[in-house]
């Protein structure tokens, strides 16, 4: 069954258009990587999927049920997500934070129980945070930040993984670490939408890229489908050259310049 | 993560026990202490006064008004005085404190500003309308419980109004609702002011002053009754938001994709705060400080978690309070000076050296 599938979705804000009559669909133990320029509607497709955003036309089903008949703790035990902006300005300590993931599988009137512990423990192993435990949030980097939320998200126990620039503002030591784990984490049947900007990191991690342009779907498939030069030139309005790193096997994208620019003044 | 250490010692690291129910014994040792510590103080509060009765003949009151008898022989006059002037005094001014306390804290998290007070929603001054009012026009002469009803009025029309004019706003952020709640509480105090400066009546002024100086002077059981069931039920409800408020401190997003209908907790405890404070400022009048500078000390000092947030500024608020009231008796006798000005004495400058002191649960930005 399809985790999500969304047909001709819009969705308008302020009398803008954001995303246009958009259809995609993830199964299960994928990964998704979401490109685009700046401003292509990335962050509110994932915001849309997460249930915060609700879309103004279209159909949008969650495990074949629409979102709109969830309640918001029924949502948070499928979907977890992590926002852009992962600052904290509060001090709790990371497991006071990686255990209000729990929260969706609480009563009102419950607190945590030993079940909890045990599964924010967990999600603090998978993502290395657990030496952290005890630290407070707002002594942490940024790259423990995102990991810690990411725990947070993982001990919601979710099918569907929604992150929006996971790795934007990280060093390349965790770009590569948050990658790894998603990439560890599909393999065992969790969904993962990222929206990424680094191409190389995605067609090297992704399992499916969806490009989007302008709030639409201009190429969706395997990297190698998606990133060809002549695509890459109409979303970005760049000239790239695409070739395959013999050292990994991945597809590479290498930015060259402008429009033509660039063969008009290196090649002649 | 990617540390120096051997993978084996990150898997040491890593076995680490669960925690245990540690944090919940120390919560509930803490509200024990707090509750304890709230029974002294209510029972400092009423031996102390022009008439100064032994804590141990107090005490045996207090406890034979709870059911509890014991072989202490007091008299019949000592029993009048706490039972009868002081003791509904005090109660009025534990629950006030509790309202107001619990009501700051919630708020402050509601707003993730720890600045803000119960107030902010035009609670207070719309109560104070109501009141001022009622002297204004006269109504208070027809029946004892006019001043308190339409100040209560009061609270509640201008809550409303200033959620409704939110809902209809384009952005319906957290921070309109602040910017809404600043202009009409402005408006609210010029009200005010047009009725002080057209009274006539020199009594009818220095009513409306002391009014909205906050006072729990001539306070009966009868006042008691009246606030005790929608301050403990909004305390007991509002009790059952902590997670959610946690939670919304790390910001909308994040506690929407974790489970919070954010927006309907938000009403719901805007709802209740404006429940308690309308309660609390109907019997009182105004009485700033408390619910500011008590959630603020308690967060100082324990840090954010609203857990335990929530029932110790409730608490908190009570202690303080009843203190801050004994003062107010006792510091100019036979003057006595209006509560609210209390709190304000002793609430400002604590509040600075707190704030100095440190940092810990504030906004690190």
Not at chain 1, 58 to 80: C, F, N
Not at chain 2, 106 to 123: D, I, K, S, T
Not at chain 2, 286 to 306: A, C, K, N, Q, W
């Given at each position: 069954m399809n985790i999500v599938a969304a047909e001709k979705i819009s969705i308008w804000i302020d009398g803008c258009?954001?995303?246009?009559e958009l259809s995609f669909s993830a199964q299960a133990g994928e990964f998704i990587g979401l490109i685009g320029p700046?401003?292509?509607?990335k962050s509110t497709l994932l915001r849309m999927v997460a249930g915060l955003t609700p879309p103004s036309s279209g159909q949008l089903k969650i495990l074949g049920r629409?979102?709109?008949?969830?309640k918001s703790k029924q949502l948070a035990r499928i979907i977890g997500y992590v926002p852009q902006?992962?600052?904290?300005?509060?001090?709790?300590s990371v497991r006071e934070i990686v255990l209000m993931g729990r929260h969706p599988h609480l009563s009102r009137f419950g607190s945590e129980r030993q079940l909890d512990r045990i599964m924010a423990q967990k999600a603090m192993q998978q993502t290395t945070t657990l030496h952290l435990a005890?630290?407070?949030?707002?002594?942490?980097?940024g790259g423990q930040r995102q990991m810690v939320l990411i725990a947070k998200a993982l001990a919601q126990d979710p099918q569907l993984l929604l992150l929006d620039?996971?790795?934007?503002?990280?060093d390349i030591r965790y770009q590569l670490y948050v990658l790894e784990l998603m990439r560890k984490l599909t393999g065992k049947g969790i969904t993962a939408m990222a929206a990424l900007h680094d191409l190389n990191l995605a067609a090297r991690f992704c399992d499916r890229l969806v490009l989007l342009h302008q709030g639409e779907i201009l190429s969706m498939g395997k990297p190698d489908e998606v990133l060809t030069p002549d695509i890459i030139q109409k979303a970005y309005d760049v000239h790239a050259n695409v070739s395959i790193d013999?050292?990994?096997g991945a597809l590479t994208v290498t930015a060259l310049g402008e429009r033509n620019d660039f063969t008009h003044h290196n090649f002649h | 993560m990617y540390s120096a250490q051997s993978p084996s010692e990150r898997l040491a690291r890593e076995e680490m026990p669960l925690p245990n129910k540690q944090g919940f014994h120390c919560f509930l040792f803490s509200m024990i202490g707090l509750c304890l510590a709230l029974f002294a103080v209510i029972v400092f509060a009423s031996s102390v006064g022009p008439v100064p009765i032994p804590f141990e003949q107090t005490i045996a009151i207090i406890l034979g008004k709870l059911g509890v008898h014991m072989e202490t022989n007091f008299t019949e006059r000592e029993l009048l005085v706490i039972s009868e002037v002081r003791l509904p005094r005090i109660l009025v001014g534990a629950l006030i404190g509790a309202a107001l306390g619990i009501s700051g804290a919630a708020m402050q998290g509601v707003f993730r500003?720890?600045?803000?007070?119960?107030?902010?929603?035009?609670v207070s001054s719309g109560a104070a309308v109501g009141a001022v009012c009622a002297l204004f026009f006269g109504w208070s002469q027809f029946s004892l419980w006019a001043l308190p009803l339409s100040a209560f009025m009061g609270a509640v029309l201008a809550v409303i109004v200033i959620l409704a004019v939110w809902r209809g706003?384009?952005?319906?952020?957290i921070a309109t609702l602040l910017l809404l709640g600043i202009g009409i509480n402005s408006l609210l105090s010029a009200l005010i002011n047009i009725m002080m400066a057209s009274s006539t009546n020199d009594q009818e002024l220095r009513s409306i002053i002391f009014w909205l100086q906050g006072g729990l002077e001539a306070r009966t059981w009868e006042h008691v009754q009246l606030i005790i069931l929608p301050i403990l039920a909004g305390c007991l409800i509002t009790l059952l938001f902590g997670r959610h408020l946690n939670m919304m401190l790390l910001g909308d997003d994040q506690a929407a994709s974790s489970g919070v209908n954010v927006r309907r907790t938000r009403y719901i405890l805007l709802a209740l705060a404006s429940l308690m404070t309308g309660s609390a400022v109907a019997v009182s009048g105004i009485i700033g400080f408390v619910g500011l500078v008590v959630p603020h000390m308690i967060r100082l000092l324990t840090g954010p978690d609203h857990r335990f947030l929530l029932p110790a500024s409730a608490f908190g608020g009570a202690i303080f309070l009843v203190l801050a009231d004994v003062v107010s008796r006792m510091v100019l006798q036979p003057v006595t000076l209006q509560v609210g000005v209390v709190c304000a004495c002793i609430g400002a400058p604590l509040f600075i050296a707190l704030i100095l002191r440190s940092r810990k649960g504030g906004r690190t930005t």
């Amino acid at each position: 069954m399809n985790i999500v599938a969304a047909e001709k979705i819009s969705i308008w804000i302020d009398g803008c258009p954001i995303l246009r009559e958009l259809s995609f669909s993830a199964q299960a133990g994928e990964f998704i990587g979401l490109i685009g320029p700046n401003g292509s509607g990335k962050s509110t497709l994932l915001r849309m999927v997460a249930g915060l955003t609700p879309p103004s036309s279209g159909q949008l089903k969650i495990l074949g049920r629409p979102i709109a008949e969830y309640k918001s703790k029924q949502l948070a035990r499928i979907i977890g997500y992590v926002p852009q902006d992962t600052s904290i300005d509060f001090d709790f300590s990371v497991r006071e934070i990686v255990l209000m993931g729990r929260h969706p599988h609480l009563s009102r009137f419950g607190s945590e129980r030993q079940l909890d512990r045990i599964m924010a423990q967990k999600a603090m192993q998978q993502t290395t945070t657990l030496h952290l435990a005890d630290r407070m949030a707002t002594t942490l980097s940024g790259g423990q930040r995102q990991m810690v939320l990411i725990a947070k998200a993982l001990a919601q126990d979710p099918q569907l993984l929604l992150l929006d620039e996971p790795i934007s503002a990280l060093d390349i030591r965790y770009q590569l670490y948050v990658l790894e784990l998603m990439r560890k984490l599909t393999g065992k049947g969790i969904t993962a939408m990222a929206a990424l900007h680094d191409l190389n990191l995605a067609a090297r991690f992704c399992d499916r890229l969806v490009l989007l342009h302008q709030g639409e779907i201009l190429s969706m498939g395997k990297p190698d489908e998606v990133l060809t030069p002549d695509i890459i030139q109409k979303a970005y309005d760049v000239h790239a050259n695409v070739s395959i790193d013999p050292l990994l096997g991945a597809l590479t994208v290498t930015a060259l310049g402008e429009r033509n620019d660039f063969t008009h003044h290196n090649f002649h | 993560m990617y540390s120096a250490q051997s993978p084996s010692e990150r898997l040491a690291r890593e076995e680490m026990p669960l925690p245990n129910k540690q944090g919940f014994h120390c919560f509930l040792f803490s509200m024990i202490g707090l509750c304890l510590a709230l029974f002294a103080v209510i029972v400092f509060a009423s031996s102390v006064g022009p008439v100064p009765i032994p804590f141990e003949q107090t005490i045996a009151i207090i406890l034979g008004k709870l059911g509890v008898h014991m072989e202490t022989n007091f008299t019949e006059r000592e029993l009048l005085v706490i039972s009868e002037v002081r003791l509904p005094r005090i109660l009025v001014g534990a629950l006030i404190g509790a309202a107001l306390g619990i009501s700051g804290a919630a708020m402050q998290g509601v707003f993730r500003n720890p600045l803000v007070e119960p107030g902010y929603v035009g609670v207070s001054s719309g109560a104070a309308v109501g009141a001022v009012c009622a002297l204004f026009f006269g109504w208070s002469q027809f029946s004892l419980w006019a001043l308190p009803l339409s100040a209560f009025m009061g609270a509640v029309l201008a809550v409303i109004v200033i959620l409704a004019v939110w809902r209809g706003s384009r952005s319906r952020s957290i921070a309109t609702l602040l910017l809404l709640g600043i202009g009409i509480n402005s408006l609210l105090s010029a009200l005010i002011n047009i009725m002080m400066a057209s009274s006539t009546n020199d009594q009818e002024l220095r009513s409306i002053i002391f009014w909205l100086q906050g006072g729990l002077e001539a306070r009966t059981w009868e006042h008691v009754q009246l606030i005790i069931l929608p301050i403990l039920a909004g305390c007991l409800i509002t009790l059952l938001f902590g997670r959610h408020l946690n939670m919304m401190l790390l910001g909308d997003d994040q506690a929407a994709s974790s489970g919070v209908n954010v927006r309907r907790t938000r009403y719901i405890l805007l709802a209740l705060a404006s429940l308690m404070t309308g309660s609390a400022v109907a019997v009182s009048g105004i009485i700033g400080f408390v619910g500011l500078v008590v959630p603020h000390m308690i967060r100082l000092l324990t840090g954010p978690d609203h857990r335990f947030l929530l029932p110790a500024s409730a608490f908190g608020g009570a202690i303080f309070l009843v203190l801050a009231d004994v003062v107010s008796r006792m510091v100019l006798q036979p003057v006595t000076l209006q509560v609210g000005v209390v709190c304000a004495c002793i609430g400002a400058p604590l509040f600075i050296a707190l704030i100095l002191r440190s940092r810990k649960g504030g906004r690190t930005t």
